[in-house]
């Protein structure tokens, strides 16, 4: 007697979408009939499955995690993992592919969620992302090495969405508090110690819930909202760089011009002159 009921697509990506995009080795889904184990290694790419119904337990190095219908785990294939059933025998959605850029999003991934587990808030959802990943991979399209590129970052964001660490959720309220005053304020002096009296929490920890939800420290994220305000300016009025420099919260033009062409890599001067 068969161990599973799967139905899957072993897919064959063009050398473009191997070197350029996020590209599919393989989607399906997969039904246990009986208890099993799958054991893997130096794939590459990684693994995302999703739990509909039953139970199991996917391991990755020493470290194994008990999932359940509405769970998920995204697996760097690059590392030994396995998976397994429990006694309640599950359904899993699952897709295995690459991309030039998909290890750093990963390492992101795990820096956000701190586990390679996590619970979702739809199943269907994902369920049927991977049915649409399944039904492209089918198609004879020309262009459906781009229509799974698309599909996979959709993935890849309904990911990073879902991912967040449990201890750290009641902190995303506070953080898009902070954020919302950065974005408001930006033309005000606003220090780490400012932000952290302003909102009662320890500046370390303000941070590090802060970086940890934006992908970037408050400090930083205030500079990318003032050269974005900056760039408005130089384009769409005669202000010096003094005028601009006061206005964004900039102690002078001879900082701004530094802290601009450090993001920008051009001077204020230069960044007019290509827009006017």
Not at 171 to 196: F, Q
Request: aromatic residues 10%; contains cysteine; hydrophobic residues 35%.
């Amino acid at each position: 007697m068969a161990t599973v009921e799967t139905t899957r697509i072993q897919y064959t990506p063009s050398p473009f979408a191997r070197a350029s995009l996020l590209h599919l080795a393989e989607v399906g889904q997969l039904t246990a009939l009986k208890p099993h184990t799958s054991r893997r290694s130096n794939l590459g790419g990684c693994l995302f499955l999703v739990v509909e119904r039953g139970a199991g337990v996917v391991q990755v190095g020493e470290k194994a995690y008990e999932l359940e219908a509405g769970d998920a785990a995204f697996v760097d294939c690059s590392r030994p993992y396995s998976h397994r059933t429990a006694e309640d025998l599950w359904t899993v959605h699952w897709t295995h592919f690459d991309g030039p850029a998909l290890l750093a999003i990963y390492h992101k991934f795990l820096h956000r969620s701190g586990k390679p587990v996590f619970t979702v808030r739809s199943v269907n959802e994902y369920i049927e992302l991977l049915q649409d990943i399944y039904r492209t991979a089918e198609g004879a399209s020309y262009v459906r090495d781009m229509g799974i590129n698309t599909l996979l970052s959709s993935l890849l964001e309904r990911i990073m969405g879902d991912c967040w660490a449990e201890n750290h959720q009641r902190a995303t309220g506070k953080v898009e508090d902070i954020r919302l005053y950065l974005d408001n304020n930006y033309m005000r002096p606003i220090t780490l110690e400012g932000l952290s009296q302003h909102f009662f929490m320890e500046k370390t920890y303000l941070g590090h819930v802060f970086n940890r939800s934006m992908g970037i420290s408050p400090i930083r994220y205030l500079t990318t909202v003032r050269i974005r305000k900056i760039k408005e300016l130089l384009r769409f009025t005669d202000n010096t760089l003094a005028e601009i420099a006061g206005k964004v919260g900039f102690s002078s033009e001879q900082y701004l011009s530094r802290v601009f062409k450090s993001v920008e890599g051009i001077s204020p001067g230069e960044y007019r002159k290509r827009w006017k």
